[in-house]
């Protein structure tokens, strides 16, 4: 109790330092909104019935979705959990935290490093922050553990995906870390649980939640009721326990009198993995510039701020919450920070078109894609390591936004845009070359090989 206030004061004391000026929403209605924010694993844009699913029932996603609104065109920061995380929390490209390439496994030292300023950080003067669920981002022993460090005041959760081992169950609240052998069958619940406990205890003021559940990332252990329930096997099960706990937290938020105060936000870190479904998107997780990889659910509900029952197809990206969340909470973006992100409130409050010309899409440290409002650009395509066709051998593909499925490039009949996009990308390839940890991890052909015509530049 004693830390709990001293760190209230310490909020109280520097709030005034941080606030935006008297245009700030949250100050112009008298009160900041709380956040909570699902960063679900693996979930696929197909998987849910608000994204167009309909093999696994998800009715309490349909309810967040019916209570807001739906961002049809919005990307995860990365293809793959580690750096997905670490843009989501930084308000950054992946390249500028240093884990762009693959994921952090049991043994490596790089973590998000302590220089870089997260959302917790920036809400922490006047919010109570937790991230409760799977970290990723550092593992134990290394400079960036615990979370702690980061600006939450709690985590409770995993150190990296639940298929790695060793695997515990840590609770770290800044003074005390804790930890606790992992039950895989109850894990999710008891990230519902302790997400409920820290709602309760902060119902009274400000807060900011993640709860990052590990599933339906791989393998699933879907306990009881929902084992053997879905249509869609152990995966399906998996979603319906993810959806059955979004309907626990907007239960819990009813009940206390808070859903109104708080916005909920719904997405996954990237597309699905072996199983999951990418609905009409091509490729999935790992899958390069192909939608399928990072092209995720966004759902954001506040009844009486957000629309209900809209759909917007105003491009953003999970790097965007950082200023959004500063701007909905009253809070300045870190000083003296590059941020990539762009605050989205104008886009969920009423439409508007997207802050951002572009998004840029990454394979590990590579930019490989570029994604406007009307166009698609990409001139690598991936399979597995091989990158197909090999660097330097041109093949443009250009896709219009408005044929879903990225199935028939439109390069040869607007060469124009062609040339255009492939100057921005080529820009962008240059403005982050000096950000790249080593060579590029995908392979390129031999010099002395055959290349068919039509890969030459």
């Known amino acids: 109790m004693v830390r709990i206030a001293r760190r209230s004061l310490l909020r109280a004391a520097a709030t005034s330092a941080v606030l935006l000026p008297g245009a700030a929403l949250a100050t112009t209605r008298g009160e900041r909104p709380n956040f909570v924010v699902f960063y679900v694993d693996d979930l696929g844009y197909g998987d849910i019935e608000p994204t167009g699913g309909t093999t696994i029932?998800?009715?309490?996603?349909?309810?967040?979705?019916?209570?807001?609104?739906?961002?049809?065109?919005?990307?995860?920061?990365?293809?793959?959990?580690?750096?997905?995380?670490?843009?989501?929390?930084?308000?950054r490209y992946p390249i500028r935290t240093g884990l762009a390439r693959g994921v952090i496994m049991q043994n490596e030292k790089r973590g998000l490093p302590l220089a870089e300023t997260t959302i917790?950080?920036?809400?922490?003067?006047?919010?109570?922050?937790?991230?409760?669920?799977?970290?990723?981002?550092?593992?134990?022993?290394?400079?960036?553990?615990?979370?702690?460090?980061?600006?939450?005041?709690?985590?409770?959760?995993?150190?990296?995906?639940?298929?790695?081992?060793?695997?515990?169950?840590?609770?770290?609240?800044?003074?005390?870390?804790?930890?606790?052998?992992?039950?895989?069958?109850?894990l999710q619940q008891q990230f519902a649980n302790r997400a409920e406990r820290f709602i309760e205890d902060h119902a009274e003021q400000p807060f900011f939640l993640t709860l990052a559940l590990s599933q339906p990332h791989l393998p699933n252990y879907p306990p009881e009721p929902f084992a053997g329930q879905s249509r869609a096997g152990a995966?399906?099960?998996?979603?319906?326990?993810?959806?059955?706990?979004?309907?626990?937290?907007?239960?819990?938020?009813?009940?206390?009198?808070?859903?109104?105060?708080?916005?909920?936000?719904?997405?996954?870190?990237?597309?699905?993995?072996?199983?999951?479904?990418?609905?009409?998107?091509?490729?999935r997780k790992g899958g390069g510039a192909y939608d399928g990889a990072s092209r995720v659910p966004l759902i954001v509900s506040q009844p009486g701020t957000i629309p209900h029952g809209r759909r917007c197809d105003s491009i953003a990206m999970g790097i965007d919450?950082?200023?959004?969340?500063?701007?909905?909470?009253?809070?300045?973006?870190?000083?003296?920070?590059?941020?990539?992100?762009?605050?989205?409130?104008?886009?969920?409050?009423?439409?508007?078109?997207?802050?951002?010309?572009?998004?840029?899409?990454?394979?590990?440290?590579?930019?490989?894609?570029?994604?406007?409002?009307?166009?698609?650009?990409?001139?690598?395509?991936?399979?597995?390591?091989?990158?197909?066709?090999?660097?330097?051998?041109?093949?443009?593909?250009?896709?219009d936004t408005r044929m879903v499925g990225e199935d028939y490039s439109v390069a040869s009949l607007h060469p124009d845009v062609v040339a255009a996009m492939q100057a921005r990308l080529r820009a962008a390839q240059e403005r982050f070359a000096p950000l790249r940890s080593g060579p590029s991890s995908v392979l390129d052909i031999p010099p002395s090989a055959h290349v068919p015509e039509m890969w030459r530049d």
């Open 120 to 186: 917790a950080e920036a809400l922490r003067p006047a919010y109570a922050t937790a991230l409760i669920g799977k970290w990723h981002l550092g593992n134990p022993g290394t400079e960036a553990w615990p979370p702690s460090k980061h600006g939450f005041d709690l985590f409770y959760g995993i150190q990296y995906s639940h298929d790695m081992s060793p695997l515990s169950l840590w609770e770290d609240t800044g003074d005390r870390l804790e930890e606790m052998p992992v039950d895989y069958v109850q």
């Open 321 to 399: 919450w950082l200023p959004t969340l500063c701007a909905m909470g009253g809070m300045s973006p870190p000083a003296g920070v590059e941020l990539d992100g762009r605050d989205l409130t104008e886009v969920l409050l009423r439409s508007a078109a997207s802050p951002h010309e572009e998004l840029l899409l990454f394979n590990d440290e590579d930019v490989v894609g570029l994604r406007t409002q009307h166009w698609k650009y990409l001139d690598a395509v991936y399979y597995r390591n091989l990158m197909m066709p090999m660097r330097g051998r041109g093949y443009p593909q250009l896709y």
């Open 57 to 91: 029932r998800t009715p309490n996603l349909s309810r967040l979705a019916r209570q807001g609104s739906v961002l049809t065109d919005y990307y995860a920061p990365a293809t793959l959990c580690t750096p997905s995380r670490a843009g989501y929390l930084t308000g």
């Open 235 to 283: 995966y399906g099960d998996a979603v319906a326990e993810v959806d059955a706990i979004v309907g626990r937290i907007m239960d819990r938020l009813e009940a206390l009198g808070l859903s109104r105060r708080t916005m909920v936000v719904f997405t996954s870190d990237n597309g699905p993995w072996f199983e999951g479904s990418p609905g009409p998107l091509r490729e």
